[in-house]
T-cell receptor, first 113, second 112 residues
């Protein structure tokens, strides 16, 4: 299965942009890149996903490298409510099948007031 | 709109007792369904997934089983709980093979 690698933790100051990196060097051409975040004692929440092109939504932006071996989740202006564990996952036939959705340990983002 | 219900929110069970956690999805049909477990301070471990009624795939050999008796109902069971079964159990669904997953609020299980 294609795997992702993320830093264990990151810090950001409130109201500053945050760039959360993810490496997925063994990604296959049919794998989508998904991002989720999890607040304490809650289930993960979908943030954004993409295949090749950069994506934007109301929560964040996803920048995908041209070779697709890495991606970056961008929070344009961090707030205290963005403090969470962020998971980057791959979903597709190259990752054990579209149904088999596996999560790593993610990046714990701390937002400093 | 679609919603996912998972209960109970917390559960304390003695070792050797049975377990049944239920998850239901409303507002959609034929969803893909998932059970995950999260140990304290750890990532999510995929336990089971289902693409249809009676179709269950198991990811990790363990003391647990899953069933899907109805289209939008997913049940996680155990005949005899172990201490190692303690954790945060999450149910999730997705409309089709590549759409985002939507998680329930989870059940925190403590086996004593």
């Amino acid at each position: 299965d294609a795997k992702t690698t993320q830093p264990n933790s990151m810090e950001s100051n409130e109201e500053e942009p945050v760039h959360l990196p993810c490496n997925h060097s063994t990604i296959s051409g049919t794998d989508y890149i998904h991002w989720y975040r999890q607040l304490p004692s809650q289930g993960p929440e979908y943030v954004i996903h993409g295949l090749t092109s950069n994506v934007n939504n109301r929560m964040a932006s996803l920048a995908i490298a041209e070779d697709r071996k890495s991606s970056t989740l961008i929070l344009h202006r961090a707030t205290l409510r963005d403090a969470a564990v962020y998971y980057c996952i791959l979903r597709g036939s190259g990752s054990g099948g579209y149904q088999k959705v596996t999560f790593g340990t993610g990046t714990k983002l701390q937002v400093i007031p | 709109s679609q919603t996912i219900h998972q209960w109970p929110a917390t559960l304390v069970q003695p070792v050797g007792s049975p377990l049944s956690l239920e998850c239901t999805v409303e507002g959609t049909s034929n969803p893909n369904l998932y059970w995950y477990r999260q140990a304290a301070g750890r990532g999510l471990q995929l336990l089971f997934y289902s693409v249809g009624i009676g179709q269950i795939s198991s990811e990790v050999p363990q003391n647990l089983s899953a069933s899907r008796p109805q289209d939008r109902q997913f049940i996680l069971s155990s005949k005899k709980l172990l201490l190692s079964d303690s954790g945060f159990y999450l149910c999730a669904w997705s409309p089709h093979y590549n759409s985002p997953l939507h998680f329930g609020n989870g059940t925190r299980l403590t086996v004593t």
